[in-house]
Antibody
Framework: QVQLQESGPRLVKPSQTLSLTCTVS??????????WSWIRQPAGKGLEWIGR???????NYNPSLKSRVTISLDTSKNQFSLKLNSLIAADTAVYYC????????????WGQGTLVTVSS | QSALTQPASVSGSPGQSITISCTGT?????????VSWYQQHPGKAPRLIIY???KRPSGISDRFSGSKSGNTASLTISGLQAEDEADYSC??????????FGGGTKVTVL
């Protein structure tokens, strides 16, 4: 059974950069054709797809966040990471990492989520 | 504002059927047969319950069903049970983005 776990700071100051890591267990992040995504959910609001990384390292980003986002892969640690810069209060949200099945087109495994608060 | 529109809340009594709508556009819901639905209990990660508009993953009760007409997808929960009380979100492939979600619907079992 594949499991994903987010880690990173819970509180970040405005204008700074958020760095989160997703550790994958139960399967290799570099095998198969799966894609690895970050998704966030502000309190009381809907989910928002942030971006994804292929096992080749190729990335896609949500156009609304593209200028501030970098997602990368570390196959040696079986992890992938999110960096979001120039933080504002509206970036406060629960951040999830998830595995995407590109054939069936769905997110089949999710992390538990981590709440990140942007505040001075 | 979310890309896909869902009602904020839907309620029903045990045993009843409820339907949650998810309205998009001809660029997402109406263009691709790639609507999925996720169930989320408080403090928990989303769980896939419907994919490709109307398919159920292994292990998901047949009380959950999906359908679509034009730019609107729907999730129906039949034989409503207390354990179905949760938030439900739709998601659609949208080409360049490529994924857009709805704002979520809170289901209350009366």
């Amino acid at each position: 059974q594949v499991q994903l776990q987010e880690s990173g700071p819970r509180l970040v100051k405005p204008s700074q950069t958020l760095s989160l890591t997703c550790t994958v267990s139960g399967g290799s992040i570099s095998s198969g054709t799966y894609l690895w995504s970050w998704i966030r959910q502000p309190a009381g609001k809907g989910l928002e797809w942030i971006g994804r990384v292929y096992n080749s390292g190729f990335t896609n980003y949500n156009p609304s966040l593209k200028s501030r986002v970098t997602i990368s892969l570390d196959t040696s640690k079986n992890q992938f990471s999110l960096k979001l810069n120039s933080l504002i209060a509206a970036d406060t949200a629960v951040y999830y990492c998830a595995r995407e099945d590109p054939v069936a087109s769905y997110f089949d495994f999710w992390g538990q989520g981590t709440l990140v608060t942007v505040s001075s | 504002q979310s890309a896909l529109t869902q009602p904020a809340s839907v309620s029903g009594s045990p045993g009843q059927s409820i339907t949650i709508s998810c309205t998009g556009t001809s660029s997402d819901v109406g263009r691709y047969n790639l609507v999925s639905w996720y169930q989320q209990h408080p403090g928990k990660a989303p769980r896939l319950i419907i994919y490709e508009d109307n398919k159920r993953p292994s292990g998901i009760s047949d009380r959950f069903s999906g359908s679509k007409s034009g730019n609107t997808a729907s999730l129906t929960i039949s034989g409503l049970q207390a354990e179905d009380e949760a938030d439900y979100s739709c998601c659609s492939y949208a080409g360049p983005t490529p994924w857009v979600f709805g704002g979520g619907t809170k289901v209350t079992v009366l």
